[in-house]
């Protein structure tokens, strides 16, 4: 199985702020990656596919890039909107795994 | 409007069974693949499933196989999961999750979960 890890578990953050989540596949996973967006007792929500594209009505200040095994996804500009679980799974072979999570808080 | 809604969760013996059902609307289902994700309590997301549009290919994560038995009805715009032989570590909040098309596999579509606690 495809091992993702996430780093870092939980980021301390202010509004306006640039954050950076990385993730990396125990291997090559060319392009198949995925980001979520979890809130407090809600369902996951997409917001980057293919490692860089940005799903429909996802705000830009999200991005997300690389490929093979390192990944990132950065929030520009943090809103308070964005304090969330963050989670990464790869989509290029089964079974499906996801990164551990990172949890954006604010400072 | 896209919706997908859990059922049939709750509280089970260790050994014992249960179905869950996920309901679809706002979209042509059939055309769909579907998955099933859990989140234990405090945990990480777990893919546990995946079913094509027309059931001809159905994955399980290693943990669930033999246990647990995804299938669908397409005219009933419903995914099951059937679940037997739970165990403690099977305690979780159950999602079913829709493929997107054109997002690369990406999950697009996300019911509001079903808690499922296995406990004596």
């Known amino acids: 199985d495809i091992q993702m890890t996430q780093s870092p578990s939980s980021v301390s953050t202010s509004v306006g702020d640039r954050v950076t989540i990385t993730c990396r596949a125990s291997?090559?996973?060319?392009?198949?990656l995925v980001w979520y967006q979890q809130k407090p007792g809600g369902a996951p929500k997409l917001l980057i596919y293919?490692?860089?594209s940005l799903q429909s009505g996802v705000p830009p200040r999200f991005s997300g890039s690389g490929s093979g095994t390192d990944f990132t996804l950065t929030i520009s500009s943090l809103q308070p909107e964005d304090l969330a679980s963050y989670y990464c799974?790869?989509?290029?072979?089964?079974?499906?795994?996801f990164g551990q999570g990172t949890k954006v808080e604010m400072k | 409007e896209v919706q997908l809604v859990e059922s049939g969760g709750g509280l089970v013996q260790p050994g014992g069974s249960l179905r869950l059902s996920c309901a679809a609307s706002?979209?042509?289902?059939?055309?769909?693949?579907m998955n099933w994700v859990r989140q234990a309590p405090g945990k990480g997301l777990e893919w546990i499933s995946y079913?094509?549009?027309?059931?001809?290919?159905?994955y399980y994560v290693d943990s669930v196989k033999g246990r647990f038995t995804i299938s669908r009805d397409n005219a009933k715009n419903s995914v099951y999961l059937q679940m037997n032989s739970l165990r403690a570590e099977d305690t979780a909040v159950y999602f079913c999750?829709?493929?997107?098309?054109?997002?690369?596999?990406?999950?697009?579509?996300w019911g509001q979960g079903t808690t499922v606690t296995v406990s004596s």
């Open positions: 999750a829709r493929r997107g098309t054109g997002t690369a596999y990406g999950m697009d579509a």
């Open positions: 706002g979209f042509a289902f059939s055309s769909y693949t």
């Open positions: 079913i094509t549009s027309s059931s001809s290919t159905i």
């Open positions: 291997q090559d996973i060319g392009s198949w």
């Open positions: 293919r490692a860089s």
């Open positions: 799974q790869q989509a290029n072979s089964f079974p499906y795994t």
